[in-house]
């Protein structure tokens, strides 16, 4: 058991209810872009913000999960993006590593390293890591997923950038800052 990643109960509570989320809001939270199978998804704000809270395992297995039981419930799995939702929570969490959030920090420079983290997971994983799985697990044609990665990559970096920004901005507030308590006596 040694060298495996150990997980607090918080945090396979927050992968549950991450999932939860994510699920939810790719049911009712989606708006039809006109590009086939691609939608404005608001899930991706969640995913963003759990990763940043909890970590890069817990946005890996919220990506994988959540995705995988929104497609069950709608069209069947679809691995390819499920496994780019995976990447984009594992990568939100790597690089956002070292904001300290929970400490009530989450001003500009962490709102900038925010962004810059989580537009790098989702080119990852909707310009790259979605279309090469389409093209190698279902043969299909690349110039279709190579748009609808372009698309749904995209709309993802928009919808984190506002959304999953205001979210963390609201999560900090609630958190008390370092330093900023003083001792009466």
């Known amino acids: 058991m040694q060298g495996l990643t150990r997980f607090s ?20 939270g989606s ?3 006109g590009i086939p199978n691609t939608n404005l998804q608001t899930n991706y704000a969640i995913l963003a913000l759990f990763a940043l809270l909890y970590g890069p ?3 890996l ?7 995988t039981v929104a497609d069950l419930l709608s069209f069947g799995p679809w ?4 496994i780019a939702s995976g990447v984009v929570g594992l990568l939100i969490g790597l690089l956002t590593r070292g904001i300290r959030i929970h400490e009530g920090e989450f001003g500009g420079k962490e709102m900038v390293r925010f962004n810059i983290a989580q537009i790098v997971a ?3 994983g909707w310009f790259l890591v979605a279309p090469a799985l389409d093209i190698v697990i279902y043969a299909e044609p690349a110039n279709k997923v190579f748009t609808q990665g372009l698309a749904a990559g995209a709309m993802n970096m928009v919808i984190v950038a506002i959304l999953g920004t205001l979210l963390a901005v609201a999560y900090s507030k609630t958190r008390t800052k370092r330093g900023s308590l003083t001792r009466e006596g």
């Open 79 to 82: 691995f390819s993006w499920i």
């Open 122 to 124: 989702n080119a990852v």
């Open 61 to 67: 297995l919220i990506g994988l999960i959540g995705h």
């Open 9 to 28: 109960v918080k945090t396979i509570v927050a992968i549950g209810i991450g999932a939860a989320l994510f699920v939810v809001l790719a049911r009712f």
């Open 57 to 59: 395992w817990a946005g």
């Open 31 to 33: 708006i039809p872009t």
